[in-house]
Structure formats: C-alpha cells, structure tokens
C-alpha cells in the first residue's frame, strides 16, 4: 500500500504543480500507471473551476479560462514539450539533429504555431462544449478527458522506443517494460464515459484513432519518443478530445 501512494504521489509531483506532500521518493517507472489517476485529479479541479468561472463569466471567457487553468496546473510542463516537438520534427532535418532542436529552450516559430494553434482548437472545443451540451455532460467530459490524454503517454512509453541516449527528462520512464497491469487505470474514464451513453462510443473511437495517428507518425517521422514528444502526445490528444466533445453530433 506504501508503495502504491508513493508512486500516485511521485506521479504527481511529476506532471502538475499540485502539492504532493514532502519527501516524495522518485519512483519513475511505478508511477506511470496513475497517469490516468493524475488525469482524474486535474479533471475533478478543472470541473469545479468550471462551475465558478461558468457563474462569473459567459462561456466564451469561460473557455479561455479553463484552458488557462489546465496549462497553470501542468506547469507548462507538457506545452513546453508540444513546442520543442513541433521545432524538431518540423524542422525536416535527420533524426539527430531534430532531436538535437528539441533541446534548444528556445522556441521557434513552428514551435510557436503549434501551442497557438493547440490552445485555440481547446478553446474551440470547450466553447462548442459549453454551449452544445448539457452542463451534467459538460462536467464529465471535462473529468475524464485529462485523463484520456495522459493515458495516452503510457501507450507511447510501450509502443516507441527512447529516443536519447543517457540523458533526457523522459530517460527514466524507459528503464523497464511496461506490463498489462500498468494500463489497468485507464479503465477508470472509459467506464466513466459509459455515463454518456453512445457518446462514449465516439469519445474512444475519437482516443484511439488519434493514438495510433500520433504513434504512426511519430515512427514515421523520429522512429522513436522523447520527454517533450510524450508532452505533445498529451497536448494534442486534449485538443483533438476537447474539440470531438463539441461537436454537433454529441
């Protein structure tokens, strides 16, 4: 049981800002499997922020302030990967040298594009969302699509290969193989989607439709994943979620 706390709490610390206690040991490889808990987390926040900005503001501020909330609560952490991704692979170079791009903390203009463009398309889908749907839908779409996104990092640490040698942010999430137990948390916002009814049906097949898209091109492309590619991985994959929540046929 220890261990199981330490390694949500480790989970924790590692991608949001939410304060999770003192002294948390490190535990890299045992906390990717609550990815999708610490998804659930950000959800459950970012669903009674909703509710308080929804009864200040209309929904278009509405939107833009959850979107804001959502890049706060990660730190950036996972925008800031999007951007060097997009600088790398966008650049058309080898494979060495994009990835040699990706460690530049400057952000081009490619890099610049792709948050812009990601921050507008979640804005878009919560808009749609908010304005579409009813608030009970609302509200659970925004529970479990962070965790549909970070659940996306785990199949992209199973299915790609590390893409840097000895070193990287990522490195430590490579060093063993990721088993069947490992995916069992991402049954928490599938069986919570059911709650929509045959919008769960759209919802997964919107998920892994968009999974195996960003893993093909990611192979294609590198051939491998990086620290800042699972962080892109996380981003787009909450866009392109926020956005199918919004459409018309929900």
């Given at each position: 049981m220890k261990k199981i706390f330490t390694d949500f709490r480790s989970a924790l610390m590692f991608i949001t800002i939410i304060p999770a206690g003192k002294?948390?040991?490190?535990?890299?490889?045992?906390?990717?499997?609550?990815?999708?808990?610490?998804?659930?987390?950000?959800?459950?926040?970012?669903?009674?922020?909703?509710?308080?900005?929804?009864?200040?503001?209309?929904?278009?501020?509405?939107?833009?302030?959850?979107?804001?909330?959502?890049?706060?609560?990660?730190?950036?952490?996972?925008?800031?990967?999007?951007?060097?991704?997009?600088?790398?692979?966008?650049?058309?170079?080898?494979?060495?040298?994009?990835?040699?791009?990706?460690?530049?903390?400057?952000?081009?203009?490619?890099?610049?594009?792709?948050?812009?463009?990601?921050?507008?398309?979640?804005?878009?889908?919560?808009?749609?969302?908010?304005?579409?749907?009813?608030p009970v839908m609302t509200a659970i779409f925004l529970l479990i699509i962070p965790a549909y996104s970070r659940s996306s990092m785990v199949f992209g640490i199973r299915y790609l290969d590390y893409g840097r040698q000895n070193t990287g942010t990522g490195l430590d999430l490579f060093k063993e193989k990721l088993g069947i137990g490992d995916f069992a948390f991402m049954a928490l916002p599938f069986v919570v989607s059911m709650f929509t009814g045959y919008r769960a049906v759209i919802l997964n097949f919107v998920f892994f439709l968009t999974l195996v898209f960003i893993i093909r091109f990611y192979k294609k492309t590198l051939d491998c994943v990086t620290g800042d590619m699972l962080g892109a991985m996380n981003e787009v994959m909450e866009a392109v979620l926020l956005l199918a929540a919004g459409a018309h046929v929900f």
């Open positions: 002294n948390v040991a490190y535990s890299p490889v045992g906390m990717i499997k609550f990815f999708p808990v610490v998804g659930l987390v950000i959800g459950a926040l970012l669903c009674a922020f909703d509710i308080c900005v929804s009864a200040l503001w209309t929904p278009g501020c509405a939107s833009v302030l959850d979107v804001v909330f959502l890049a706060a609560v990660t730190g950036a952490f996972h925008l800031d990967g999007l951007g060097d991704t997009a600088d790398g692979i966008f650049s058309h170079r080898s494979r060495q040298r994009a990835l040699e791009i990706m460690k530049d903390s400057r952000t081009g203009m490619m890099g610049l594009v792709a948050v812009v463009c990601v921050l507008a398309v979640k804005t878009a889908g919560l808009y749609c969302m908010k304005t579409g749907t009813s």
